[in-house]
T-cell receptor, first 111, second 116 residues
Framework: AQRVTQPEKLLSVFKGAPVELKCNYS??????LFWYVQYSRQRLQLLLR??SRESIKGFTADLNKGETSFHLKKPFAQEEDSAMYYC?????????????FGQGTTLQVKP | ETGVTQTPRHLVMGMTNKKSLKCEQH?????MYWYKQSAKKPLELMFV???????ENNSVPSRFSPECPNSSHLFLHLHTLQPEDSALYLC???????????????FGEGSRLTVL
Protein backbone atom coordinates (compact mmCIF):
# COMPACT_ATOMS: atom_id res chain seq x y z
CA ALA A 1 0.00 0.00 0.00
CA GLN A 2 1.09 3.53 -0.67
CA ARG A 3 1.88 5.38 2.52
CA VAL A 4 3.75 8.46 3.68
CA THR A 5 5.04 8.61 7.24
CA GLN A 6 6.20 11.68 9.08
CA PRO A 7 7.32 10.36 12.47
CA GLU A 8 7.46 13.70 14.27
CA LYS A 9 4.32 15.66 15.06
CA LEU A 10 6.31 18.57 16.43
CA LEU A 11 9.88 19.71 15.87
CA SER A 12 11.11 22.62 17.93
CA VAL A 13 14.47 24.29 17.23
CA PHE A 14 16.18 27.57 17.94
CA LYS A 15 16.77 30.18 15.28
CA GLY A 16 19.98 29.44 13.40
CA ALA A 17 19.95 25.73 14.20
CA PRO A 18 19.82 23.11 11.46
CA VAL A 19 16.47 21.54 10.67
CA GLU A 20 15.58 18.12 9.32
CA LEU A 21 11.97 17.12 8.87
CA LYS A 22 11.71 13.40 8.30
CA CYS A 23 9.60 11.69 5.66
CA ASN A 24 9.51 8.02 4.74
CA TYR A 25 7.34 6.46 2.11
CA SER A 26 6.22 3.08 0.90
CA UNK A 27 5.46 2.70 -2.76
CA UNK A 28 6.22 -0.11 -5.17
CA UNK A 29 6.49 1.96 -8.34
CA UNK A 30 8.40 5.08 -9.27
CA UNK A 31 7.14 7.81 -6.98
CA UNK A 32 7.28 11.54 -7.16
CA LEU A 33 7.75 13.24 -3.81
CA PHE A 34 6.75 16.70 -2.67
CA TRP A 35 6.85 18.93 0.37
CA TYR A 36 3.87 21.19 1.06
CA VAL A 37 3.81 23.91 3.69
CA GLN A 38 1.05 25.73 5.55
CA TYR A 39 2.01 28.95 7.32
CA SER A 40 -0.25 30.36 10.02
CA ARG A 41 -3.51 31.68 8.57
CA GLN A 42 -2.45 30.80 5.03
CA ARG A 43 -3.49 28.04 2.71
CA LEU A 44 -1.56 24.88 2.00
CA GLN A 45 0.96 25.41 -0.78
CA LEU A 46 3.71 23.55 -2.59
CA LEU A 47 7.20 24.12 -1.19
CA LEU A 48 9.29 21.89 -3.41
CA ARG A 49 9.26 18.70 -5.50
CA UNK A 50 12.08 16.19 -5.79
CA UNK A 51 12.06 16.14 -9.56
CA SER A 52 13.03 19.81 -9.72
CA ARG A 53 16.05 19.38 -7.44
CA GLU A 54 15.52 22.92 -6.30
CA SER A 55 16.21 24.85 -3.14
CA ILE A 56 13.29 26.94 -1.96
CA LYS A 57 13.63 29.38 0.94
CA GLY A 58 16.86 27.58 1.82
CA PHE A 59 15.14 24.18 2.06
CA THR A 60 16.31 21.14 0.12
CA ALA A 61 15.15 17.55 0.00
CA ASP A 62 16.85 14.54 -1.54
CA LEU A 63 15.03 11.42 -2.59
CA ASN A 64 16.79 8.36 -1.20
CA LYS A 65 15.26 5.33 -2.86
CA GLY A 66 17.37 2.90 -0.85
CA GLU A 67 16.03 4.25 2.42
CA THR A 68 12.68 5.26 0.90
CA SER A 69 13.07 8.69 2.45
CA PHE A 70 12.62 12.29 1.39
CA HIS A 71 13.76 14.35 4.36
CA LEU A 72 13.47 18.14 4.25
CA LYS A 73 16.54 20.05 5.41
CA LYS A 74 17.64 23.57 6.06
CA PRO A 75 21.05 24.46 7.52
CA PHE A 76 19.93 27.52 9.48
CA ALA A 77 16.31 27.82 10.59
CA GLN A 78 14.55 31.18 10.64
CA GLU A 79 11.53 32.20 12.72
CA GLU A 80 9.48 32.66 9.57
CA ASP A 81 9.98 28.95 8.82
CA SER A 82 7.56 28.11 11.61
CA ALA A 83 4.71 26.28 9.91
CA MET A 84 3.10 22.92 9.29
CA TYR A 85 4.99 20.78 6.77
CA TYR A 86 3.48 17.91 4.82
CA CYS A 87 5.32 15.32 2.78
CA UNK A 88 3.34 13.94 -0.17
CA UNK A 89 3.71 11.26 -2.80
CA UNK A 90 2.20 10.64 -6.20
CA UNK A 91 2.66 8.23 -9.03
CA UNK A 92 4.79 9.75 -11.78
CA UNK A 93 2.66 11.41 -14.49
CA UNK A 94 -0.35 10.62 -12.42
CA UNK A 95 -3.47 9.95 -14.43
CA UNK A 96 -5.66 10.30 -11.37
CA UNK A 97 -3.97 13.14 -9.54
CA UNK A 98 -3.80 11.02 -6.43
CA UNK A 99 -1.51 12.82 -3.99
CA UNK A 100 -1.00 10.97 -0.71
CA PHE A 101 -0.07 13.11 2.27
CA GLY A 102 1.70 12.34 5.52
CA GLN A 103 0.27 13.49 8.82
CA GLY A 104 2.38 16.59 8.89
CA THR A 105 5.04 17.99 11.18
CA THR A 106 4.75 21.29 12.97
CA LEU A 107 8.03 23.17 12.89
CA GLN A 108 8.46 25.69 15.66
CA VAL A 109 11.50 27.97 15.40
CA LYS A 110 12.18 29.77 18.65
CA PRO A 111 14.02 33.12 18.81
CA GLU B 1 -10.91 37.05 -7.09
CA THR B 2 -7.96 34.85 -7.88
CA GLY B 3 -6.89 31.36 -6.88
CA VAL B 4 -9.23 28.82 -5.32
CA THR B 5 -12.23 30.08 -3.36
CA GLN B 6 -14.37 27.97 -1.06
CA THR B 7 -17.75 28.80 0.45
CA PRO B 8 -18.98 28.69 3.09
CA ARG B 9 -15.92 28.94 5.30
CA HIS B 10 -17.85 27.51 8.24
CA LEU B 11 -20.93 25.29 8.27
CA VAL B 12 -22.87 23.71 11.11
CA MET B 13 -25.51 21.18 10.19
CA GLY B 14 -27.68 18.54 11.76
CA MET B 15 -27.57 14.92 10.73
CA THR B 16 -30.79 15.23 8.73
CA ASN B 17 -29.85 18.39 6.85
CA LYS B 18 -28.83 18.72 3.22
CA LYS B 19 -26.16 21.28 2.46
CA SER B 20 -23.53 21.92 -0.19
CA LEU B 21 -19.95 23.12 -0.23
CA LYS B 22 -18.83 25.18 -3.19
CA CYS B 23 -15.42 25.59 -4.75
CA GLU B 24 -14.43 27.91 -7.57
CA GLN B 25 -11.04 28.24 -9.23
CA HIS B 26 -9.90 31.19 -11.32
CA UNK B 27 -6.64 29.64 -12.51
CA UNK B 28 -7.79 28.06 -15.76
CA UNK B 29 -6.99 24.59 -14.41
CA UNK B 30 -8.50 21.40 -15.74
CA UNK B 31 -8.46 19.22 -12.62
CA MET B 32 -10.20 19.74 -9.28
CA TYR B 33 -10.11 17.81 -6.02
CA TRP B 34 -11.87 17.39 -2.69
CA TYR B 35 -9.75 16.50 0.33
CA LYS B 36 -10.86 15.85 3.90
CA GLN B 37 -8.67 16.98 6.80
CA SER B 38 -9.63 15.49 10.16
CA ALA B 39 -7.87 16.02 13.45
CA LYS B 40 -4.98 13.61 13.96
CA LYS B 41 -5.31 12.11 10.46
CA PRO B 42 -3.52 12.85 7.20
CA LEU B 43 -5.22 14.71 4.41
CA GLU B 44 -7.50 12.21 2.69
CA LEU B 45 -8.26 12.44 -1.00
CA MET B 46 -12.00 12.11 -1.64
CA PHE B 47 -12.64 12.89 -5.30
CA VAL B 48 -10.77 13.99 -8.40
CA UNK B 49 -12.33 15.55 -11.48
CA UNK B 50 -10.58 16.15 -14.77
CA UNK B 51 -12.41 18.21 -17.39
CA UNK B 52 -15.66 17.71 -15.47
CA UNK B 53 -15.27 13.94 -15.45
CA UNK B 54 -14.75 12.07 -12.19
CA UNK B 55 -11.52 10.09 -12.34
CA GLU B 56 -11.12 9.10 -8.71
CA ASN B 57 -13.58 8.18 -6.00
CA ASN B 58 -11.59 7.15 -3.00
CA SER B 59 -14.17 4.87 -1.33
CA VAL B 60 -16.18 7.79 -0.06
CA PRO B 61 -19.62 7.09 1.48
CA SER B 62 -22.57 8.00 -0.71
CA ARG B 63 -23.72 10.65 1.75
CA PHE B 64 -21.03 12.77 0.05
CA SER B 65 -21.98 13.54 -3.54
CA PRO B 66 -19.65 15.59 -5.73
CA GLU B 67 -20.69 17.62 -8.74
CA CYS B 68 -18.51 19.33 -11.32
CA PRO B 69 -20.66 21.33 -13.75
CA ASN B 70 -17.63 22.87 -15.48
CA SER B 71 -13.88 22.97 -15.03
CA SER B 72 -14.07 26.05 -12.80
CA HIS B 73 -16.65 24.87 -10.28
CA LEU B 74 -16.83 21.94 -7.92
CA PHE B 75 -19.51 21.15 -5.37
CA LEU B 76 -19.75 18.68 -2.54
CA HIS B 77 -23.35 17.88 -1.66
CA LEU B 78 -23.85 16.67 1.89
CA HIS B 79 -26.78 14.56 3.04
CA THR B 80 -27.49 12.75 6.33
CA LEU B 81 -23.98 13.16 7.61
CA GLN B 82 -22.61 11.73 10.83
CA PRO B 83 -20.78 13.58 13.62
CA GLU B 84 -17.55 11.85 12.57
CA ASP B 85 -17.80 13.66 9.23
CA SER B 86 -16.95 16.89 11.03
CA ALA B 87 -13.70 18.07 9.46
CA LEU B 88 -12.06 20.68 7.29
CA TYR B 89 -12.91 20.06 3.64
CA LEU B 90 -10.30 21.36 1.25
CA CYS B 91 -10.76 21.98 -2.43
CA UNK B 92 -7.76 22.07 -4.75
CA UNK B 93 -7.02 22.40 -8.43
CA UNK B 94 -4.14 21.52 -10.73
CA UNK B 95 -3.30 22.39 -14.30
CA UNK B 96 -3.85 18.91 -15.70
CA UNK B 97 -3.61 15.20 -15.02
CA UNK B 98 -1.61 12.59 -16.90
CA UNK B 99 1.35 13.87 -18.87
CA UNK B 100 0.64 17.43 -17.79
CA UNK B 101 0.52 16.58 -14.11
CA UNK B 102 3.17 18.33 -12.05
CA UNK B 103 1.94 17.45 -8.57
CA UNK B 104 1.37 21.09 -7.76
CA UNK B 105 -2.03 21.52 -6.22
CA UNK B 106 -3.49 24.92 -5.45
CA PHE B 107 -5.63 24.75 -2.34
CA GLY B 108 -8.53 26.77 -1.09
CA GLU B 109 -8.78 27.88 2.53
CA GLY B 110 -11.22 25.12 3.35
CA SER B 111 -14.76 24.78 4.65
CA ARG B 112 -14.93 23.87 8.33
CA LEU B 113 -17.88 21.50 8.76
CA THR B 114 -19.44 20.60 12.10
CA VAL B 115 -22.14 17.92 12.19
CA LEU B 116 -24.28 17.93 15.32
Amino acid sequence: AQRVTQPEKLLSVFKGAPVELKCNYSYSGSPELFWYVQYSRQRLQLLLRHISRESIKGFTADLNKGETSFHLKKPFAQEEDSAMYYCALSHGSSNTGKLIFGQGTTLQVKP
Amino acid sequence: ETGVTQTPRHLVMGMTNKKSLKCEQHLGHNAMYWYKQSAKKPLELMFVYSLEERVENNSVPSRFSPECPNSSHLFLHLHTLQPEDSALYLCASSQDLGAGYTGELFFGEGSRLTVL
